[in-house]
């Protein structure tokens, strides 16, 4: 039996449910967070509504109301405008919160106008119950003209009679209310009668829209021309339009909420919400608390990942000298252990602490506490330039700078937008986690103070406020050469304090250790394979001389033929094309502490941050005097000597190569979304040439002052 299909758009406010709906409805495990602005894109997901029914369903992101500020409301705009080519939704899925219901219904009156098929799910109605509001559906339903649906997707309750309603609007069994939800051709009659005769099919709000926002809509010439004729003729005013429609709709609706909805005083006792508000939210001890969660989040990621992480590193070490006793000496097992193998480890090893770091981060997103560090903020980021929203693309960033980046979306103003894309790259993504893991187990001694703060996990912690303390730094003076003026008022929906969702927790931890895996393991398998060949072969002439010295040394003195062997193994790493593109930047990089095999890892990096490692891996490995006797990656780097028997990993190298992680731009995709953000090359290279430069910078002065 065929089944039709049904597209099927999901719209509501921010934080409202609708990213959970999606994941329920079509099974993908989208990002769900606590907090509004989760949802950056329009996004596409399949569900079987009956046996006989298949949606495609495009979960777009939040908006207040038909009339768009922020970019990410011009996605899901330009969608229920039917401006969007790709995407025609032949019903719309209107996901209304309970514990905010006049605000809900502004923009439900509003898709209810355009004529559109349209279901409305009511969430949150646990939590208007105990705020005290009781709401009488039918009565509700009656007033509105369209069917309401009670559900929890948190607990997967209400969506059998969600999808019967889309399968009964589907089949036309609930139609389109005839009646306006206000007297729209009381606003601007003259006007909307004009548009309608250009347009017959579309209804008398949306043509409202049409007059209001023509110009940002796919109408050839002739038509824009009409309709600016048309709005010159009948004295058309965008903004008292506007007002009179909000005014109307919201006297409206407190009429239905007279019927429908009945409300607690207000001088009742306050939620718990509120009463954890009064403590985190305090002038004082809020910023005390913050600073603690931070310090908690940082440390976590050593205490609880050091012993998964070992056991990686030594089943690797135990399978490579395994493995390096019984495989015959032979080009194809040296691709094996120096280039797959290597490679592996680099990649596998890091994944308990990417795990933690993404699952901590979900947890503070999901309890409602992540929004409150935004408003916590709002005060130190307008000294800089920016917001209080600013503040969650920057945490984003701790996790990944690309959807960070497209997040901040969510901020109205456009100065402070562009300030925020421009800076959130110094946040310490996962993939400096790697370089920032290895290089502090290298130069810092694993030692607690008072029992219980690690000097490692301070150290890590201190890289990541530095990125960030350099970020706003950046905004406060790059604001002034940025000239862009434009009101700015932060305004931020505080969601209610939840319990965590345990599962959408361990779900985001394997979702990302998979993403981090198969994403970057193939950059990180790619490049290893590509420097295991770039390491292993070179020039004929100069790799026949390290030959033929290698042999008379042997033949000379046969007792020191394993020392002989060490130095063979060097001197093919040296003179093999890797090993000529190191000598060649090393004068470059020399001044900040680093010898020619780190330049390697640099260059590699520019495809991907936590590549280091794997390069690291491979050159190491390659290098390395006896397969056989495998030691694991940080013991390599621990013993590695320049050519004068100092140790290359100093205190000072290490801790200029971490400062020169921090701020290097070294993320080709992030210069790619930064491009397609701003509609420019201009700012993407912007951020290459300042964060490249910062880097050098200051990655010089902290190894001439360390060493």
């Known amino acids: 039996?065929?089944?039709?299909?049904?597209h099927i758009a999901l719209v509501g406010n921010p934080n409202s449910g609708k990213s959970s709906l999606f994941n329920t409805l079509t099974g993908l495990n989208q990002k769900v967070g606590n907090f509004p602005g989760v949802t950056v894109d329009k996004k596409v997901g399949s569900s079987t509504i009956s046996p006989t029914l298949e949606a495609s369903i495009i979960d777009l992101p939040g908006t207040y109301s038909l009339y768009p500020r922020r970019a990410d409301e011009w996605v899901a705009y330009r969608v229920l405008m039917q401006q969007d080519k790709s995407i025609q939704p032949n019903m719309v899925v209107l996901i209304a919160d309970a514990s905010n219901l006049?605000?809900?219904?502004?923009?439900?009156?509003?898709?209810?106008?355009?004529k559109i098929p349209v279901v409305v799910a009511l969430t949150m109605l646990d939590i208007a119950r105990k705020k005290g509001i009781r709401i009488d559906v039918l009565e509700l339903e009656r007033e509105l003209g369209v069917p309401i649906v009670p559900i929890n997707?948190?607990?997967?309750?209400?969506?059998?009679?969600?999808?019967?309603?889309?399968?009964?609007?589907?089949?036309?069994?609930?139609k389109v209310?005839?009646?306006?939800?206000?007297?729209?051709?009381?606003?601007?009659?003259?006007?909307?009668?004009?548009?309608?005769?250009?347009?017959?099919?579309?209804?008398?709000?949306?043509?409202?829209?049409?007059l209001i926002n023509h110009e940002s809509f796919s109408l050839d010439d002739h038509h824009q021309e009409k309709i600016e004729s048309i709005e010159q003729a009948s004295n058309f005013n965008h903004t008292k339009v506007q007002a009179e429609e909000i005014l109307q709709r919201y006297h409206r609706i407190k009429q239905i909420m007279h019927h429908a909805v009945a409300e607690p005083d207000p001088s009742e006792s306050k939620l718990i919400t509120e009463r954890l508000d009064d403590v985190l939210l305090h002038r004082r001890w809020g910023y005390l608390i913050l600073i603690v969660v931070l310090f908690l989040l940082f440390q976590s990621v050593f205490w609880l990942a050091e012993y998964p992480m070992q056991l990686i590193e030594w089943s690797f070490a135990a399978l490579g000298s395994?493995?390096?006793?019984?495989?015959?000496?032979?080009?194809?097992?040296?691709?094996?252990?120096?280039?797959?193998?290597?490679?592996?480890?680099?990649?596998?090893?890091?994944?308990?602490?990417?795990?933690?770091?993404?699952?901590?981060?979900?947890?503070?997103?999901?309890?409602?506490?992540?929004?409150?560090?935004?408003?916590?903020?709002?005060?130190?980021?307008?000294?800089?330039?920016?917001?209080?929203?600013?503040?969650?693309?920057?945490?984003?960033?701790?996790?990944?700078?690309?959807?960070?980046?497209?997040?901040?979306?969510?901020i109205e103003n456009k100065k402070e937008r562009l300030l925020t894309i421009l800076i959130t790259p110094l946040m310490s993504c996962s993939a400096r986690l790697p370089v920032y893991t290895i290089l502090i187990a290298l130069v810092v001694p694993?030692?607690?103070?008072?029992?219980f703060l690690s000097l490692q996990g301070l150290v890590m912690m201190g890289l990541y406020l530095l990125g960030l303390a350099m970020a706003l730094l950046v905004s406060y003076v790059a604001k002034t050469f940025i000239n862009l003026k434009e009101k700015s008022i932060f305004i931020l929906e505080l969601p209610v304090y939840r319990s965590p969702r345990w599962k959408n927790m361990a779900v985001t931890m394997v979702q990302k250790a998979r993403i981090f895996v198969l994403d970057a393991g193939r950059v990180i398998?790619?490049?290893?394979?590509?420097?295991?060949?770039l390491s292993s072969f070179g020039p004929t002439r100069k790799m026949k001389a390290v030959e033929e010295s290698y042999k008379q040394q042997v033949s000379a003195n046969p007792a020191n033929e394993k020392q002989f062997a060490q130095q063979r193994k060097t001197a093919l790493l040296?003179?093999?094309?890797?090993?000529?593109l190191g000598k060649t930047i090393e004068p470059v990089i020399k001044p900040l502490g680093y010898d020619w095999k780190i330049g390697i890892a640099l260059i590699t990096s520019f495809a991907a941050r936590e590549v280091f490692v794997g390069t690291m891996a491979t050159l190491y490995s390659v290098g390395d005097e006896d397969s056989g006797e495998s030691l694991m990656l940080r013991e390599k780097m621990r013993q590695a000597k320049r050519p004068d028997g100092r140790p290359v990993y100093t205190l000072a190298a290490a801790l200029s190569l971490m400062i020169f992680y921090v701020f290097a731009m070294q993320c080709m995709s992030t210069l790619a979304v930064v491009k397609r953000e701003t509609g420019s090359w201009k700012w993407p290279l912007i951020q290459l040439v300042y964060m490249t430069g910062l880097a050098y910078a200051l990655s010089l002065l902290t190894y001439q002052l360390f060493k």
Request: hydrophobic share 55%.
């Open 446 to 451: 694993n030692v607690f103070f008072l029992g």
């Open 153 to 174: 997707p948190r607990k997967n309750k209400g969506i059998l009679q969600l999808k019967k309603a889309i399968e009964l609007t589907a089949d036309d069994q609930y």
């Open 1 to 6: 039996m065929n089944k039709r299909l049904v």
């Open 102 to 114: 006049k605000r809900n219904l502004l923009f439900a009156s509003q898709i209810i106008d355009l």
């Open 574 to 580: 040296e003179n093999s094309y890797a090993g000529i």
């Open 525 to 533: 398998m790619v490049i290893s394979l590509l420097l295991w060949a």
């Open 322 to 410: 395994a493995l390096g006793n019984a495989l015959p000496a032979a080009w194809w097992s040296d691709l094996l252990l120096n280039g797959i193998l290597a490679g592996l480890s680099g990649i596998l090893v890091f994944v308990p602490q990417i795990m933690i770091l993404f699952g901590l981060i979900t947890l503070l997103e999901d309890t409602g506490y992540m929004a409150r560090i935004s408003f916590l903020s709002d005060r130190l980021m307008r000294k800089v330039g920016l917001n209080g929203k600013s503040v969650m693309p920057m945490i984003s960033g701790f996790a990944c700078a690309v959807p960070a980046i497209m997040s901040a979306r969510n």
């Open 177 to 210: 209310p005839a009646r306006n939800f206000i007297e729209l051709p009381s606003i601007a009659q003259a006007a909307v009668a004009g548009v309608k005769n250009l347009f017959p099919a579309i209804s008398e709000y949306r043509a409202v829209h049409y």
